[in-house]
């Protein structure tokens, strides 16, 4: 096994992001399914296929997943490039972890809340939670390199 | 040049990356031309540049060129994550460049459906073909990195 | 401090894509304070929260500041992984800090004329500025691996 994954930090990250990415395939295939199950489809040709041109049209809850997963889009990835940066710039364990691990539970009640469509703004406040090891990732990272811009 | 680029495993995922990340490109480039061509702008300054404020309107194969390039967002900048940290993670050379091959295959596949929209289930058909290494990746990652947790 | 962080040409790339995602969460930022000053919000439950679900509609800026993101989503994130890649494969530091801060520079006045809705074509030139490193990164790549195919 290479070098990089035997580092603890990183390796610790890489753990938390598979399962986000996972999250994300999740959240795809619930996507897929509300379109079956309420014959809601964003191609004819789909529609066609599942009863008619009638079922190419667009659902309440369809969109709900679509934003679910776009916002997933805005943050999960931008991580997944912040956290690998972030562990090389040689943080502590304990402090990675934390980071990585506030952001995965984040993550996950945001997805919670945005599916089940939970009272704001617990969505919200998920979001926030979620940005904060984010930011301080940025910044870290940002005074490590900045005297090579 | 790097240690990590003459990784033949981590190469061979960089190749059919950088071909995927293209391919994005040129959704992009054909969703300008269409545009162009159809004269359906989303934005009221592009409308006026282009023949008249009439023209800040929705297009419906301007709106599949737009979906064709988020679902390649939702599944080839995931993919640019797994396949780099599986490539450090030991596989066989065969193994790995298979994984690649195939998603690379059934990406490719997936634009052409969508923009030529072919029958149903063409399309999602090539999606879940393109998924099928992606998960093997996932988990084989997570088995690597599990006890980091 | 890990190896890979000691490498000029990477640390360069590290410092304007940091700055770049940055960006990006900015504009989430003014997507949210757009939808709280113009009462446009996405989700009903947002909507009950800030006076009724009178308010769960779209607003043309706040749609504008959302096409901002994903066209940042199209292209920052793909530099994320062409930017680390190309930083390794051993161009010269000077040419490769020319790749870097002219896709920063690029996608800084890209999302100002976005947000600013300035004359047609200022956002587009910006949007091909950004692209040019991004197209030199990724054919010097593929020259660099392209053996491993």
Redesign the interface.
């Known amino acids: 096994?290479?070098v990089?994954?035997t580092?603890?930090i990183f390796?610790?990250f890489?753990?938390?992001?598979?399962?986000l990415?996972?999250k994300?395939?999740v959240i795809?295939i619930i996507t897929g399914q509300v379109r079956l199950r309420k014959k809601a489809f964003?191609?004819?040709?789909?529609a066609?296929?599942?009863g008619g041109l009638q079922y190419h049209r667009e659902d309440p809850y369809v969109e709900?997943c679509r934003?679910a997963?776009?916002n997933d889009?805005?943050n999960v990835?931008?991580f997944?490039?912040?956290g690998a940066?972030y562990?090389?710039?040689?943080p502590s364990l304990a402090v990675a972890r934390l980071h990585f691990l506030v952001f995965f539970v984040g993550r996950v009640l945001h997805t919670i809340a945005y599916l089940l469509?939970?009272?704001?703004?617990t969505?919200?406040l998920a979001y926030i939670v979620a940005?904060i090891p984010?930011?301080s990732m940025?910044l870290q990272?940002?005074t490590?390199?900045?005297?090579?811009?």
Chains 1, 2, 3 share one sequence.
């Open positions: 096994m290479a990089m994954i580092n603890d390796s610790c890489v753990f938390y992001s598979v399962l990415v996972i994300m395939y795809a964003a191609n004819p040709e789909d066609l296929r599942h709900r934003r997963h776009v889009m805005e990835l931008p997944l490039f912040l940066i562990s090389l710039t040689g469509a939970l009272r704001a703004p969505r919200s940005q984010c930011l940025a990272i940002l490590a390199v900045a005297a090579y811009a």
